[in-house]
């Protein structure tokens, strides 16, 4: 599994409840683009139309090598999900508060791109802080027991 760009953001702003995998539809230059790293997933949020998922907001830059004609980089991408799947994600996004966000995009070994999506819910100011507290000192810790080494 090789990544090809992740949301570290996501896990500041939000809890994860869970995460699920999806297919996404690219055409050939974003594949080759993907593959290089040159994405963007800070923005994304995935959302329900007409009973199909889509992601909007996600940033895939043009391939340079492409002779076609570029796609829009800020087009939204359908995501490829079973219907019951789906089913389940509309009754737990209706709740107040939850939202549908690409963690990461990847390859797997037969070279297909997949999406993890996370279905979130937000964290407060108060929360981001509490957060970062403990992360600086579970650095501490790790810092003291190699020095002690």
């Known amino acids: 599994m090789k990544i090809a760009c992740s949301n570290k953001k996501a896990y500041h702003d939000y809890y994860i409840d869970k995460t699920m995998e999806a297919g996404i539809v690219l ?12 994405a963007n997933l800070k923005d994304g949020y995935a ?3 007409n009973g199909e998922v889509f992601l909007y907001n996600i940033h895939i ?23 019951q799947e789906i089913r389940k994600l509309i009754g737990k996004l209706n709740e107040k508060g939850v939202a549908l966000i690409p963690l990461k995009i990847y390859f797997i070994d037969k070279g297909k791109a997949k999406v993890e999506l996370g279905l ?3 964290k407060k100011i108060y929360d981001k802080r509490e957060a970062l507290k403990e992360q600086q000192a ?10 002690q080494e």
């Open 120 to 122: 979130a819910r937000g």
């Open 27 to 38: 055409s050939g230059p974003e594949v080759k683009s993907l593959r290089a790293g040159k």
């Open 47 to 49: 959302g329900i139309r």
């Open 61 to 83: 830059s043009p391939y340079n090598f492409c002779t076609d004609s570029a796609a829009d980089p800020l087009r939204m991408r359908k995501l490829l999900l079973h219907r």
């Open 138 to 147: 579970v650095r501490e810790v790790q810092r003291m027991l190699r020095h």
